[in-house]
């Protein structure tokens, strides 16, 4: 593979130095590819393929047509980042969900962070994702999002950078080590030389995580995950967690609340005793008699057993307040009240609609920024500035002055890069973010290194697997700085 | 365990079962059809009839050849006992149960079912049918053996246990149902040659050839055929052992005794048959019974341990 054809543009690239030399953590990975032949690297790249054909490893994309479970689409060359780098970015992450598992326990408790005037009152009174049934609970530590999926996109200045926080039910973990287990089948040569850290003790924290908020203080606590079913986006990687973690994988009709106020699960022996859910599916569905009374994937009663502290539900119900693109903005402020200290993931600027002097500035500047609404994900219903059409700009203008609380802007980032197969042997910068996942429960843990997405359109900027991003590997390596 | 995993379990290994038995019965047909004389009326739609599948078949399909009864068998979606849909069924089952099946049954049932679909041609038409077929029946005794050498034995194994032997002795009264069901067709004049024929085929179709020479030390011979398929209690195809396994397994789950009542009641009559005028009318309806008598088995199973619809 020759990669003096490879052209960085004036993007930070993941891989390689503006001169077109090997970055430190990347350099035995492009000379050991750089000695493959075009056919070798081409049959590597039809193996991986091949490979997540037969592990089975899909999504599921919802169109007009119906469902469709499209094979994931995976880069073969991984993206790499040195294991120094990585220290500092991880203890920013668990910096930032301690902070904000602080901020949701605090707005369900006191509000002491508004009666101090640090966050405006109208960010929960309006906010979707504040749930009134859970003022005054609380969760085992004080903590509600258990989970979280953090994206971080790195500018041209090569720092990380926070794009948001998912502390509702982010996925696509299942995704790192999938990615992790097809290039070791791919390229196993290069995890005997390299110091490349391994990613797969995930799923022992997640157990370990949830076990800790079981309210029996019992040997084996039962834990579940509850998935909205076979045709939910996700339901792939419900169930590689639940087998990873051996416990049982439930829909809302196997799981019922007695008289008792506690969950039971429907087993061939008859009803078994449930101390802590995984759940999968948005607050709104967890339990009809509480939340949307249509909702036939929740379990009537679940809310009444989680308020009695029966059971552990992850990610608590309404730890999704913090999980909105205008909280986002206060993160900074958020860390710096309850933890005393300079946050050390910088976020990305961010200009809130609802104020009148920065509205202003986002509406003459559509043309430049990123606009997004506060409270979707999947990178649905967003203006992307630069690649929109006037038209496009003007209906983002009327929906704006609409419902001004609702959007946020931000200055149109300069991704960084990473040299992606595009076709045969042509290897193009590619832009990617990078999702780690954070757990807290009794301990706090980071991923090593996360999911890393891929936009595979030419100078696209969605790295969405619902809009046609796909993903690579990511390697933390040990490069021996001190 | 989870009552709905223990029924994914249960049909995961019903349709493997079904797929294995589909790709062995019209493997075994192509041969027998080569070895018959050509004024026999024994023809491929026998395969529709003994899968009691006949109206299905006739809404699909006017001509009753070759062709359309293997396309029907095989690749048919609008037969849910195809060989295709079974292996689909396999596989979303096993989708749905990835949590207590070992990792490697996901990738094995995904290769056995990309290469059953994308190669249906080849089991379409004859020249290669053979490999093709061989090569879906090896898939399942693959998927089979992992299941058995990795699985845990525990409640799970024992639906599936129970699925598959269910399965397999509903199998074995229908290709029992085949051979009586041809020879009654050649109108009674069928000669020794031809019903040794027959009962042969119906040995190799349940892969019985063997073990019957070996048990019977005798030739083949239709009232031997089918004492033996019925009642032999070491081969595992036998309706006996079947039911003789589902009763094991039955008795290492909770709450067993309605079930075990149920296949208790079911017995094969001894020696039910002495003469080759033994296997006519009645004792197609016998085989009739016996199927039926499975179906209030299945009935019970889903009472007793599956989730209420």
């Known amino acids: ?482 | 365990m989870l009552s709905k995993v223990a029924e994914r379990l249960y049909w995961t290994a019903r349709y493997i079962e079904r797929v294995e038995n589909t790709a062995r019965l019209v493997s075994v047909y192509d041969k027998l059809l080569f070895d018959l004389p050509k004024d026999i009326n024994i023809g491929w739609y026998n395969l529709v009839v003994l899968n009691s599948a006949t109206e299905l078949f006739e809404d699909r399909y006017k001509v009753q050849d070759e062709r359309n009864v293997v396309k029907f068998m095989l690749a048919d979606d609008t037969n849910p006992s195809s060989m295709l849909t079974a292996l689909k069924m396999v596989r979303e089952n096993i989708r749905t149960s990835r949590d207590v099946v070992p990792a490697e049954t996901w990738e094995l049932i995904n290769e056995v079912y990309l290469y059953a679909k994308n190669n249906i041609q080849l089991g379409i038409n004859r020249s290669r049918r053979h490999d093709y077929l061989s090569e879906v029946i090896k898939g399942c005794q693959m998927l089979s053996g992992l299941l058995y050498g990795t699985m845990s034995h525990d409640a799970g194994w024992q639906f599936m246990k129970l699925g598959r032997d269910l399965e397999r002795a509903d199998m074995t009264t229908r290709i029992l149902d085949a051979g009586a069901f041809g020879l009654l067709q050649a109108n009674g004049d069928a000669s020794v040659n031809l019903r040794q024929i027959v009962w042969g085929n119906v040995l190799r179709s349940a892969s019985a050839y063997m073990s019957y020479r070996r048990t019977l030390k005798g030739a083949v011979y239709g009232p031997d055929v089918a004492n033996f398929m019925l009642e032999d209690p070491h081969f595992p195809r036998a309706f006996q052992f079947c039911l003789m396994q589902m009763d094991v397994a039955a008795a290492k789950l909770p709450k067993n005794d309605a079930v075990r009542k149920v296949i208790k009641a079911i017995k094969p009559e001894p020696r039910l048959a002495e003469e080759d005028t033994d296997l006519g009318q009645p004792f197609r309806d016998y085989l009739n019974d016996l199927q039926v008598q499975l179906g209030e088995l299945h009935e019970a199973i889903a009472a007793t341990w599956f989730p209420v619809p």
Request: net charge negative; aromatic share 8%; with cysteine.
């Open chain 1, 1 to 482: 593979m020759d990669w003096k054809r490879y052209e960085p543009q004036d993007f930070f690239d993941e891989l390689v130095t503006p001169a077109g030399n090997p970055r430190l953590p990347a350099k035995r990975l492009i000379s050991y590819l750089g000695s493959l032949s075009e056919d070798e690297v081409e049959s590597r790249r039809q193996m991986a393929e091949a490979t997540i054909q037969e592990m089975g490893v899909s999504f599921t994309v919802y169109t007009e047509e119906g469902n469709i479970d499209r094979a994931w689409p995976f880069d073969i060359i991984p993206r790499t980042i040195s294991a120094k780098q990585w220290a500092k970015t991880a203890a920013g992450l668990k910096q930032r969900l301690k902070a904000l598992n602080l901020f949701i326990d605090d707005l369900y408790h006191d509000q002491k962070i508004i009666k101090d005037g640090i966050v405006p009152e109208h960010l929960v009174t309006n906010s979707k994702n504040f749930r009134p049934e859970c003022v005054g609970v609380s969760p085992p530590f004080g903590v509600w999002a258990h989970i979280c999926g953090t994206d971080l996109v790195r500018d041209s200045d090569g720092e990380f950078y926070v794009l948001e926080d998912n502390l509702r039910v982010p996925s696509g973990v299942s995704y790192m080590l999938e990615n992790r287990a097809i290039t070791k089948r791919v390229l196993p040569e290069l995890f005997e030389n390299d110091r490349i850290l391994p990613v797969d003790d995930y799923c022992s924290n997640l157990f370990d995580t949830l076990v800790s908020l079981s309210p029996r203080k019992v040997k084996k606590p039962v834990v579940v995950v509850l998935t909205p079913g076979i045709f939910n986006s996700a339901y792939f990687e419900h169930a590689f967690l639940a087998q990873q973690m051996g416990v049982e994988l439930v829909e809302g009709s196997d799981l019922v609340v007695n008289d008792d106020d506690c969950v039971y699960m429907r087993t061939i022996s008859g009803l078994e005793r449930v101390d802590v859910i995984y759940r999968r599916i948005d607050d709104l569905f967890l339990d009809p008699e509480v939340f949307r009374k249509d909702s036939v994937l929740g379990v009537p009663g679940l809310m009444r057993a989680w308020q009695k502290g029966n059971v552990g539900l992850a990610n608590a119900p309404g730890a999704g307040v913090a999980d909105d693109k205008v909280v986002y903005a206060y993160v900074p402020d958020i860390i710096r009240y309850y933890l005393n200290e300079e946050p050390i993931i910088p976020n990305v600027k961010t200009f809130l609609c609802e104020d009148p002097e920065q509205r202003e500035y986002v509406l003459e500047n559509l043309d430049k920024l990123v606009v997004k609404p506060a409270n979707e994900s999947g990178g649905y219903g967003m203006l992307v500035g630069p690649h929109s059409t006037k038209k496009d700009q003007a209906a983002f203008a009327k929906l704006i002055k609409e419902n001004p609380r609702n959007y946020i802007a931000q200055p149109t980032l300069a991704l960084s890069t990473a040299p992606t197969m595009v076709e045969k042997n042509a290897l193009e910068p590619r832009h990617l973010d990078l999702r780690p996942f954070i757990l807290q429960g009794e301990d706090i843990y980071v991923t090593t290194g996360g999911l890393t997405r891929v936009a595979m359109r030419k100078g696209s900027l969605v790295v969405n697997s619902s809009q046609g991003g796909g993903s690579k590997d990511t390697w933390i390596v040990e490069t021996g700085e001190a």
